[in-house]
């Protein structure tokens, strides 16, 4: 009976002994294969300082991403862009790399392929792989009104969707904002009666913002917004406050509206005169916008540029 129990244990030793063997030959010859496709894998197993800040969708379905990259040496090959319509579809694009701590306004064309962009995310591609995707904030999306033609963010002297440029007079631009005064060409920004334009100015004390040769004039006057222009003129009931203020001037044939911080004024029809002069912007100003038509709904503007 001994040597039975003892043959029993021989037997099971040497069957445990040919299987560690038998999983050591596997292993030698898949391993290298499971850690070769690791490597080739590596999606989202590293992560790169970026930030988008902003999404502008036009109703033509052109979009600018806005993405800014933090501190970090890594160096990329490139930027992948996932795009996402309210149905949860997406599709990929790729644009060039991004530098340590430069910010870059990324541009793409309408994407028939999925519906009504609703989040963009932006992932890093380095040495072939990609990193760890970032998503754009819900309230980081602005839905631009068809007919802009100008607008200019001043994160520099360019046009950000046209082609008219600044050069300062004096001062310049300080964090992104325009703190002194501005010539600009003009192409294309002579309207008529159907015209709109949209800015920001810091401050309530009495000073000429925006003009346009001698009869196009939009001021601050006893802490209420002026505007002066070919048919008539035209002051808010609203005070402007030391911050900023948001403004939107709309014309059409029918009337004109003004609105300061959201609250709305109507005149009388007026007229933008057309002429060839510069457009002279002047303050503490910023994201000065020019749309080719009167605009009703200015919450999504005010919302994604919404100032402290």
């Not at 002297?157 to 004096?170: K, P, R, T, Y």
Request: hydrophobic share 40%.
């Amino acid at each position: 009976m001994v040597k039975k129990g003892q043959a029993s244990i021989i037997v099971i030793i040497l069957i445990v002994l040919i299987a560690l063997v038998a999983v050591s030959i596997i292993w030698n010859i898949i391993g290298p294969l499971v850690r070769q496709k690791s490597s080739e894998i590596g999606i989202g197993k590293f992560t790169v300082n970026l930030e988008i800040r902003y999404v502008v969708v036009f109703e033509n379905g052109v979009s600018m991403i806005n993405v800014n990259r933090g501190s970090g040496n890594e160096k990329l090959d490139g930027l992948k862009f996932i795009f996402y319509d309210e149905e949860g579809n997406s599709v990929t694009r790729e644009g060039r790399a991004i530098s340590e701590l430069e910010t870059r306004t990324y541009s793409f064309s309408a994407m028939p392929e999925i519906g009504k962009l609703s989040k963009v995310g932006v992932a890093p591609i380095v040495n072939g792989r990609l990193g760890r995707v970032i998503e754009s904030k819900p309230d980081s999306t602005l839905k631009v009104p068809s007919g802009v033609v100008s607008w200019w963010r001043f994160d520099d002297l360019n046009d950000f969707v046209g082609g008219n440029a600044c050069e300062a007079i004096e001062g310049g631009i300080s964090n992104g904002v325009l703190n002194g005064k501005v010539s600009c060409s003009a192409n294309g920004l002579s309207f008529g009666d159907s015209l709109a334009i949209s800015f920001w100015v810091k401050g309530n004390s009495d000073q000429i913002i925006i003009t346009k040769g001698e009869n196009n004039k939009i001021s601050i006057e006893n802490n209420k917004l002026r505007f002066d222009f070919i048919i008539n003129s035209g002051i808010s009931d609203e005070i402007l406050n030391e911050g900023w203020n948001h403004i939107v001037i709309s014309l059409s044939p029918a009337f004109s509206k003004v609105y300061v911080n959201k609250a709305v004024k109507i005149f009388p029809p007026n007229y933008f005169e057309e002429n060839n002069d510069n457009l002279i912007i002047n303050g503490e100003v910023d994201e000065v916008m020019f749309f080719d038509r009167p605009i009703t709904n200015i919450e999504g503007i005010y919302n994604i540029q919404k100032k402290d």
